[in-house]
């Protein structure tokens, strides 16, 4: 794990709604995301402190700022019980294409979620099917299937509480989290 | 038949101390004002038979260990029995020849418990007696040895003796119950895998991360449970000794390492895989590590229940659209068979102790409910009444089940009786409680 890149990137994720490294952030500072589907607005990043690129090792400048512009866009929301890539998040994944080919050296770990209806483990399935399909995206798009990693939670971290369906339209999707 | 709920009534003030769980978490984690959690009874039920339980002799009235106290909260908890308030009991008698039966017949009692607690040479005599109040028939009496730690445990086992002698069913209250307990609010929670005594007292953590923990299951012999938990960044499934807290990673292979179940002998485990990318059915051999695989559909295959002889195991999967319920030989490519056809979603299927039905989460009128699922008729009885109950989990005894339910965006827990008539619901102070899974009998409690 590269734990220093993955503070860096959670410092420049100005955008990030829901933040996939929980241990990085502290509970005060979380909010709750937006009810809007789709669009992120600014949540942890701006709360944490100033980003500095001074941890991003030996990366380039401009594989840095690719990636900064990548952090406002790192998730795809899903319908109920599917796992289709809507017509919205197209321009999504095919921006992470874009930097995941531009930089082959670049990984992508893709954390699949469901919201909290039905049962536990039967949710993990539709989480893993859900970064199975970006994945299989990514992979159409010229990506690596060595750049890539999956995991399903399930309901188990939902981004947002709430039984209704905006919290629903929140917790159903895929993150993608840059792991380099 | 109609069952109708009824608020537990405020007078019940007496043994409300005894009707509540109290979850007190060990060490640091109790300086957390999210570790303490409390349930209580909110919801009786209104047929239940009424009983009464007098204080045992040679014991003050209150504190954990107050046996009538236990043995009443106990009965009340199965759903079936209705203890008298403690204020009302009209007289103490802690021997037979002390009591007057017009006394509980006024009282609208349809039996009497009566016992005491005495020093003897290695430890403490617990003694009691039931009566049936009508006739004025003892029905049972019995003479425990136990120490003054020891007192909570008898008085279960007391209430088991009861439970079985007016039901003929034996009682589960010696059992235990592991469930996840989670606190904190996304994305920063903290996740504890529990155990406590089935009436919620002596919780303790067996394990907890701030990942992920979830579908824990207990060994048929009680004394290892299995789990699911994301400490490593991924799904791993673990096996913990619980007298030890000795533990062992059994399965952490690329993508997911889910649903563990155990096969009726304790040797293999039933889990879910991905390693083609999409969930199907295994079965891991313990000592072996050999791995032999059940199904290879493109759906998702999950939520294995091993059949009561072992030979087949029971699943979820959406191979027809939707998650429903099926049935496979646990040997490699046997053809799976579909079981339930009605509903548009029924999962995780967990079977009765007398093999005979399985109960499973369905969608019932657009809300997620616990039911049964009888093996035989093929009927489908839905038992709850929430819009979100899930995880449903048999009493050793079969009478009874636990689930997770939702108390506005609270995850709680909840009883059912099999047949549906008596509910008991749980609510919590903090905390999201989830994943309620019932032990088996204790070898020694059979």
Redesign the interface.
């Given at each position: 794990?590269k734990w220093t890149h993955a503070v860096a990137f959670a410092l420049l994720a100005v955008g990030l709604a829901?933040?996939?490294k929980?241990?990085q952030?502290?509970?005060e500072t979380?909010t709750q995301a937006p009810v809007d589907s789709g669009a992120q607005t600014s949540g942890l990043g701006n709360e944490t402190g100033p980003a500095t690129g001074a941890t991003a090792g030996a990366m380039s400048a401009a594989q840095q700022q690719a990636l900064a512009a990548l952090q406002s866009r790192n998730i795809v929301y899903f319908e109920y019980d599917s796992s289709e890539i809507r017509a919205d998040y197209v321009s999504v994944v095919a921006a992470h294409a874009a930097y995941l080919t531009k930089y082959p050296t670049a990984r992508v770990r893709l954390e699949g979620h469901a919201d909290?209806?039905?049962?536990?483990?039967?949710n993990?399935?539709?989480g893993?099917?859900r970064a199975?399909t970006v994945?299989k995206a990514l992979m159409l798009q010229g990506v690596a299937e060595s750049q890539i990693t999956?995991?399903?939670?399930?309901e188990?971290?939902?981004?947002?509480?709430?039984?209704d369906e905006p919290a629903y339209a929140q917790n159903r999707r895929v993150e993608f989290a840059q792991v380099q | 038949m109609t069952f109708q709920r009824a608020r537990a009534r405020p007078a019940r003030i007496g043994l409300a101390p005894a009707f509540a769980w109290f979850f007190v978490l060990a060490g640091s984690l109790a300086t957390s004002a999210h570790a303490q959690l409390r349930l209580d009874i909110t919801q009786g039920v209104r047929d239940a038979v009424p009983i009464a339980v007098v204080p045992f002799g040679g014991q003050a009235e209150g504190g954990p260990n107050d046996v009538g106290s236990v043995v009443a909260a106990d009965l009340q908890l199965s759903g079936r029995f209705t203890p008298l308030e403690r204020r009302d009991l009209v007289a103490r008698p802690t021997r037979g020849a002390q009591v007057r039966f017009e006394d509980w017949r006024l009282l609208k009692s349809d039996f009497l418990v009566i016992g005491s607690v005495a020093p003897e040479a290695s430890g403490l005599a617990v003694e009691f007696e039931l009566f049936n109040v009508r006739t004025g028939q003892q029905l049972l009496t019995q003479r425990l040895v136990t120490s003054e730690r020891g007192l909570r445990a008898a008085a279960h086992r007391i209430a088991d003796l009861i439970f079985e002698r007016l039901t003929g069913i034996p009682g589960a209250f010696s059992t235990r119950v592991a469930y996840v307990a989670v606190d904190g609010r996304p994305p920063s929670q903290r996740y504890r895998l529990m155990i406590a005594d089935a009436d919620g007292y002596g919780p303790r953590v067996v394990t907890e991360s701030s990942e992920p923990i979830m579908s824990p299951a207990w060994s048929p012999d009680g004394q290892n449970l299995a789990y699911v938990s994301f400490e490593g960044k991924a799904s791993a499934i673990y096996v913990q000794r619980l007298a030890t807290g000795d533990r062992r990673r059994v399965s952490a292979r690329a993508g997911i390492n889910g649903a563990p179940a155990w096969s009726p002998d304790g040797r293999k485990l039933a889990l879910t895989l991905s390693r083609d990318g999409n969930l199907d059915l295994y079965v891991l051999d313990l000592a072996t590590q050999g791995l032999t695989r059940l199904t290879s559909d493109s759906a998702i295959d999950t939520e294995p229940e091993w059949s009561r002889d072992g030979a087949s195991v029971y699943f979820t999967s959406d191979r027809a659209g939707s998650a429903q319920v099926y049935r496979v030989g646990a040997g490699s490519g046997q053809e799976a068979q579909r079981l339930t056809f009605t509903n548009g979603y029924n999962a995780r299927p967990r079977l009765s102790p007398d093999g005979e039905s399985l109960a499973l989460v369905t969608l019932d009128r657009g809300a997620y409910r616990i039911a049964t699922y009888d093996l035989k008729t093929r009927n489908v009885h839905v038992l709850t009444d929430g819009r979100q109950d899930e995880a449903p989990s048999f009493a050793p005894n079969g009478a009874t089940l636990i689930y997770a339910t939702r108390a506005g965006a609270k995850g709680t827990l909840a009883m059912v009786s099999a047949d549906g008539r008596f509910q008991q619901r749980l609510s919590s102070d903090t905390g999201d409680v989830r994943e309620p899974v019932w032990s088996p009998f204790r070898p020694a409690e059979r």
């Open positions: 794990m829901s933040c996939s929980p241990k952030v502290q509970p979380t909290e209806r039905g049962s536990r483990e039967y993990i399935g539709l893993e099917r199975q994945r999956t995991v399903s939670y399930g188990e971290r939902p981004a947002v509480e709430g039984s | -």
